[in-house]
Structures are given as C-alpha cells and as structure tokens.
C-alpha cells in the first residue's frame, strides 16, 4: 500500500466515525538494522514473537534500516533480524510494558553459511520517545509488594502522587481513596481498562468499578506529560486485564485477615485522655481463581476469572444495641472491639475475554465483566444508628413498575485490530458500561417511615433516605497508526484517531414518609417536607487528535494537536407530588433544558527527546502540553433544572403525641427554611432562577517538563524531571448569572 492510498485511507476512517482509545494498552518495538561497520540494512525481516501475540508481527527494514511494530500486547518478546548473506540474529527477553517503546537494534555479520546469534538479558529499560512521567507496576510487582490488593494502593506507592487515606491491611479495601497529584483537580482524573476510557462522567475522575485484583495484568499511572490520546492533565490510571496464550495456566488464591492478627499501641496513659485504636478489622477474606489457554493454538484463545471479598471492619462510635456496650461506653481494647457494629463490604467481580485470529494479521477481541458491591450500613456512626444507614447495592437497569434488578453492573467491549501493512494498523473498538447502584434504605419497610432527627445531639434515627444512581456510558473509538521512513530527512512515526462517547446520568431520591421529623430535646419543633428528586442528564463527546514523532539520529520530535468537543443537556423528568402537601410540594414535569453552551477545546502537545549516548541509555527531554477539563453529564445545563429532591421546613406541633407529622399539625403559613429551587410564589416550577454564563471557559491546565532517564547495568534505570504547571480559567467562577 502506498503512503498516498494508507493516508487517505486513514482520513477516511476518521470521517465515518472512529477513534484512538484515551489510554494505551500496549507497547512498540522499533529499531535500526545495520551491519557490524554501521552501513544501515534495507530490506531485513524483523519477526516480533511472544505469548502475548496470536501471531507473529512481520516488518522489513526501510531504506534507512528502520523497522516499527506498533500496538504490541504487553508482554516479553523475541526479535529476529534476517537478510539473505548474513547471520540471523535474535534478541530474546525484550519486556515491552504499557506505552513503553523499546529500541532494538540489530547487528548483522556477514556469514556464508546458515547461522544464528542469540542475544539475551539486553532488554532496554529507557524509553528513548517518552517525555511524560508515568509510573508502570507490572505483575509481578503487583502480586509481590506486600501490601492490601486494589489500584488504589498502587497509587499510594507512585511517585508525585498524596493519597487521603492509608489502606492498612485491607481495611479500606472497597472504598474509593482520595487522590491528587501536582495540585490538578481530581475531576480530571482518567480511569481505563484496556484502553477504554471508562471513567466515572457523574462522580467525575473516580473509578465506576471496583476490580479483582488478580485479574490485572499490568498498571500504569501517568502524573505529566500525556500525549495526545489523554483529554485531561489529571492522573492517567491505565489497568490492562489478563489474556490467555497458548499455553494453559491458571491461579488461584486465599488470603485471610484476621482481627486476631491485629494490634494496637494504646497504652493507659493516652486511653484515659480519650484516646482509641481506630476502626479494627474484624475480618478480610480475599478468594478467587483466574486461567486461561488456547481454543486452537494461534488461532483463537480464552481467559477468564472470579474473584470475591468480604472485608468487615468494625466503625468507631457506631455501637451495637446492647446494655454491655453502655452506656457508659467500654474504653478496653478488646471491649470497644466487641461492641462496634461491622461495616460489611462484599465485593465479587467476574471477567472473560475471547481472542480469535480469523485470518493472518486480524484479531477479534470480545471482553466482559460484571463488577458488584454490596454494604450493609454505609454511613452508620455514632449519629447514623443501623436503622438510618444505606444498603448499598449493584442495579442493572430501571424495570419500571416492577422497580430496580439487583445485579452487578456490567463492562462489555469488542475490538478488531487489523494489520493492513508493516506500515500500517487500525484498531477500531466498541466499549458499554453500566455504571449502576443504589444506596437503599437499611430495609424495604423504612420507605414509608419518616425519620427522626434530635437537634441537640445531631442523631437520626427511625428511617434516612435512599438516592438510585443509573450512568451508562458507550464508546466508539479507532487507532490509526502509519510509519513514513525516510522522508523530510528522517522516520515519522504518525498516530491519528477520533472518539465519540455519551455519557447518561439519572439520579432518583426519595426521603421516608416524605418527612424528617425534627425534635429539640424530645419536643417536637418542626419538620423538614420533601418532594423526590428525579434529575436527568446526558453528555456527548467528540475528540479528534493527530501525533507526529519524528526521529533524526538522536534527536526525537513529538509534535500533536486534540481537538475536545463536550456539550451536555438536561434531560426531561417527570417528579410526583408530596402526599402529604401536594398543594405546597406539587407535582412537576421538566420539558428539559440546553445551557446552549458547547466546549470547543484545542490541545497542543509538543515534546523532544536527545539520546546523549547514542545506546538510548541516557536521555534528555523537554515538553509542553495544553489540557482541558472534562465534562460532566449535566455539569452545566442540570443548574437550569428544579427536579432535584426539595426540602421545605415549617413550625411543626405534634398535636396528637405519636412523634410523626400529619398535614394537619403544620403551620403551612411559615417557612422557617428551603433549599434555593423552591419558590414558594410557584412552587409548581421546574426551572432555577439562574442562567449560565454563555461565556463560561472550561478549566486549563499548561504544563512543561525537563528530565533525564539514565540505564544503570541491566537491571535498574533512574530518572529525575522537573515540572511546571499553571492552573486556570475555572468555570465555578463565572458559571451562573443569577437573576433574583
């Protein structure tokens, strides 16, 4: 295929509709064949082989003697330099990580006869193209660190990185830690999964799933310098899953945490100033099995898992209903313990992926997974007693009059890389998430019982609230990936794509018996009435992008631009009336509502690396990098709309002594507090007061890096960067107008 027809080809591809995933899932291996004088060799077979490839990737040498296999599985591979006249010559052991780029280059020697020259244990450790600061922990590192077992605590260990919380033992294990690096917001924080972009739109930069850890493969975590397939300037967390080879073999495992295992160092001196051990595990039991092999070898292969834990922690100041937990409150150890009510997280993650070669230089790839978390009385403490705790549950869909389907939510994606030259690759995917769950009441029966709220202690008790969350997201995306040797007085390496993506938010609530009860040392006062909430959202996305890395002897230029389009609107809802005052909370019914705003986000990225030594041992680079923030589904347009919950709080006499509110025993002629949608001249209305700021920026983050990598024997590789960032143009500060 000729550069002319690839590149039209390529624009064509970018037309219809396709898109490079916003995170790397593998590696390349490039390189330059020369004989023993350094005269450059066009025109040599280079053959990539591992466990990771289906099949072998082929590429001939250019006229420069440059050679690029892009998009590699991570992986360990083999290169094998052969020309007609010389010795074959094969480097085995090239470790090839996430976005890693290895240089191989070849030495050829004249031979006569038929003879080969295996090298080994020269796997090279600095990537000469990178000029970001990514942190990469492959599997064995995962699995060896002794430490709790979720992606979470790999943050904790990656440099540039502070955490809000340490994940001792595993007792935070199931919970999402707080993080942030360089001072970049956290909602621009990236998650992804084989190279699908998967992140939370709704709770913007948080992970949707929590994950088996058994199922990874690989980790990296990008803190600067993300080229152009990254939108944001947040942290860049990469997973890729297990796959299976032709090899059979599986795994699997039993880990038990136990409260007997546990201490603590409180003495009595600092006991009897109040001091406590902390939240204990009472007990973490972590179990599941993960194999794979080969359908037919080289051609198809399979890989599949299950993993599932169970962590109970125990919750400071959330006692158990008992007369020997006080009060007075116990203050031993081992007391205290006893009397703590379990925090029960259980999570169970299923996975399966299916790999098939249907024919030379194709791959079909076809991946599920079914992520479920469960607790069974998230929020309870000292003030939040077992009744007015949430169960928090894993919903698959909205199945209308019959309510929600309890299960876990799923991930589906389908690939197909194809091979159309040693010049030349496309991979085109299709990802769905759903995003789901619920934090329910403690029990069914609670929804029609209005809570009790004590205002001199703070306490609930009686019932709570429960809100129902629905965040599908779907994605299309295609990497085009062209090598241009020898032209304009060097190689250029080009990586173009476009990606479209929606994002769906729906958000339910609704409070027990549509009242809080309020008391004020036990005498009734007033009582807060609510309307359920029903807000509805949805986000779509374009991102087109194009990247230039051009290579001349030393020196590599990378030169790219993205081009972000997000625009959001608010969705129609339909929000009953409150029963017990349907004139003063009535029914209402959103017709929807476009903030009329639409980011248009341009996005240079420009980087160079020098290779001082010429060996790619020792490398410089510089950078500079424009991002934009990231939407969020009704980020803008959901501030026009009044269907959240709304709460009205009126003088309330309990006339009757039952400590529940009827209609009949508030003073509907006072309101002593409302939220800000509730207008009591139309309480009927679905629109805020405000309107958006037609002007409003979305939030940029400049940045420029300077660093050096340098390889030290085989086996260790050090670095050192230096970083600047400038924060600005945030939206919060000019987002509305309001009118009264």
Excluded at 245 to 263: C, P, W
Excluded at 291 to 309: C, E
Excluded at 584 to 599: C, E
Excluded at 640 to 645: C, F, M, N, Q, S
Aim: charged share 20%; with cysteine.
């Amino acid at each position: 295929m000729t550069f002319r027809n690839a590149l039209v080809a390529s624009v064509l591809m970018l037309l219809v509709g396709t898109s490079t995933a916003a995170a790397q899932q593998t590696g390349e291996i490039f390189g330059r064949a020369a004989d023993r004088s350094g005269a450059v060799l066009p025109g040599v077979t280079v053959t990539v082989a591992g466990p990771a490839l289906i099949q072998p990737r082929v590429s001939v040498t250019s006229e420069t003697g440059t050679f690029r296999v892009p998009e590699l599985p991570i992986g360990t591979y083999s290169v094998t330099f052969e020309l007609p006249g010389f010795r074959t010559m094969i480097q085995q052991d090239i470790r090839v990580t996430i976005g890693f780029r290895a240089q191989v280059n070849g030495s050829l020697e004249l031979s006569t006869v038929q003879e080969t020259v295996t090298v080994t244990g020269e796997s090279p450790l600095v990537d000469t193209r990178e000029t970001g600061t990514k942190s990469t922990f492959d599997l064995e590192t995962m699995q060896n660190i002794p430490s709790a077992r979720d992606p979470w605590v790999m943050l904790e260990r990656t440099p540039g990185i502070t955490m809000d919380r340490s994940n001792v033992g595993g007792s935070q294990s199931g919970q999402q830690s707080g993080y942030i690096s360089r001072g970049a917001s956290t909602g621009n924080n990236k998650w992804s999964i084989d190279g699908v972009d998967i992140t939370d739109m709704s709770a913007t930069g948080a992970s949707p799933i929590y994950y088996d850890f058994d199922m990874l493969e690989e980790m990296q975590i990008t803190t600067g310098g993300a080229d152009v397939t990254q939108q944001t300037g947040g942290v860049g967390i990469n997973l890729v899953m297990k796959s299976g080879t032709d090899r059979f073999k599986g795994t699997a495992r039993y880990y038990n945490t136990d409260e007997r295992f546990q201490a603590d160092n409180v003495n009595d001196e600092i006991r009897a100033d109040g001091a406590g051990s902390g939240a204990p595990i009472q007990n973490i039991q972590d179990r599941g099995f993960e194999v794979g092999g080969p359908i037919k070898a080289g051609k198809a292969w399979y890989w599949g898992s299950y993993g599932a834990q169970n962590i109970k922690v125990g919750v400071v100041g959330f006692y158990k209903n008992d007369p020997a937990c006080g009060p007075p409150r116990p203050t031993e150890t081992d007391a205290v313990r006893a009397c703590l009510e379990t925090d029960l997280t259980e999570l169970n993650n299923y996975n399966w992926k299916l790999q098939w070669a249907p024919f030379n230089n194709n791959k079909l790839t076809f991946q599920n997974t079914w992520a479920e978390k469960v607790r069974n009385a998230r929020d309870g403490s000292v003030t939040r007693p077992i009744e007015t705790t949430y169960r928090q549950k894993a919903v698959s869909s909205d199945f209308g009059k019959f309510g929600w389907i309890t299960g876990p939510s799923p991930f589906w994606k389908a690939s197909d890389q194809h091979v159309f030259s040693d010049r030349l690759l496309v991979d085109v995917m299709w990802s769905h998430l759903g995003n789901n769950f619920a934090l329910d009441f403690h029990e069914d029966s609670l929804a029609d019982v209005q809570a009790a709220f004590e205002t001199s202690t703070g306490a609930w008790s009686r019932s709570f609230q429960s809100s129902s969350f629905l965040r599908p997201t779907n994605s299309f995306d295609i990497t085009s990936s062209y090598f241009m040797p020898n032209t304009l007085g060097g190689d250029h390496a080009f990586k173009m794509g476009y990606r479209w993506r929606s994002a769906h938010t729906t958000s339910l609530n609704h409070h027990g018996g549509f009242a809080d009860a309020r008391f004020t040392n036990g005498i009734a006062n007033s009582a807060d009435m609510w309307r359920n909430g029903n807000a509805e959202a949805h986000l779509s996305t374009h991102a087109v992008y194009l990247q230039d890395t051009f290579t001349k002897g030393r020196v590599t230029l990378n030169l790219g631009f993205r081009f972000d389009r997000q625009d959001d609107f608010a969705v129609e809802a339909d929000v009953p009336a409150n029963p017990l005052i349907p004139t003063q909370l009535p029914a209402i019914s959103f017709p929807g509502a476009d903030a009329d705003v639409t980011w248009n986000d341009f996005s240079p990225r420009v980087g160079m690396t020098y290779d001082f030594t010429g060996d790619g041992k020792t490398v410089g680079s510089a950078s500079y990098a424009a991002y934009y923030g990231q939407m969020a589904p009704g980020q803008l347009s959901s501030v026009l709309a009044a269907t959240g919950a709304v709460r009205v709080r009126y003088p309330w006499n309990d006339a009757n002594g039952d400590r529940f509110v009827q209609a009949n025993e508030l003073d509907l002629t006072r309101i002593l507090d409302r939220v800000a949608a509730y207008n009591p001249a139309d309480p009927g209305n679905f629109r805020t007061a405000g309107t958006v700021d037609p002007n409003v920026k979305n939030d940029r983050t400049r940045e420029m890096i300077f660093g050096i990598d340098r390889q030290i024997g085989g086996v260790m590789a050090v670095g050192a960067s230096y970083i600047w960032r400038k924060y600005d143009r945030f939206f919060w500060n000019d987002r509305l107008n309001w009118t009264s």
